[in-house]
């Protein structure tokens, strides 16, 4: 079993900055990449960044390439999402996830994310 906690949401103004962590603990021998996805009210949940554990490969929605960030620190098997440049359209909750190698999904329990002035 794998758990996962994230924090560091909450509200900022557009064009703002927040970065959001994530830690995994438990059985994380089976993690092969971890990452995040959004859901806006009335939206399906969204893909937005991941990363395999394994070689620190990384992969972008079109929506957030070149304003988001996600990096990784294996030692405290964590990883975080830096949102720069941030829109109204940004707003959703967040969800970290840990993956197996078999495509299991572990799921953090959610932040919210508002971009308004």
């Known amino acids: 079993q794998v758990r996962v906690v994230e924090s560091g949401g909450g509200l900022v103004q557009p064009g703002g900055s927040l970065r959001l962590s994530c830690t995994a603990s438990?059985?994380?021998?089976?993690?092969?990449?971890m990452g995040w996805y959004r859901q806006a009210p009335g939206k399906e949940r969204e893909l937005v960044a991941s990363i395999r554990t394994a070689g620190g490969s990384t992969n972008y929605a079109d929506s957030v390439k070149g304003r988001f960030t996600i990096f990784r620190d294996n030692g405290q098997n964590t990883v975080y999402l830096q949102m720069n440049s941030l829109k109204p359209e940004d707003t959703a909750v967040y969800y970290c996830?840990?993956?197996?190698?078999?495509?299991?999904?572990?799921w953090g329990q959610g932040t919210q994310v508002t971009v308004s002035s």
């Open positions: 438990g059985s994380i021998f089976r993690i092969n990449d």
């Open positions: 996830y840990a993956g197996t190698k078999l495509d299991n999904k572990y």
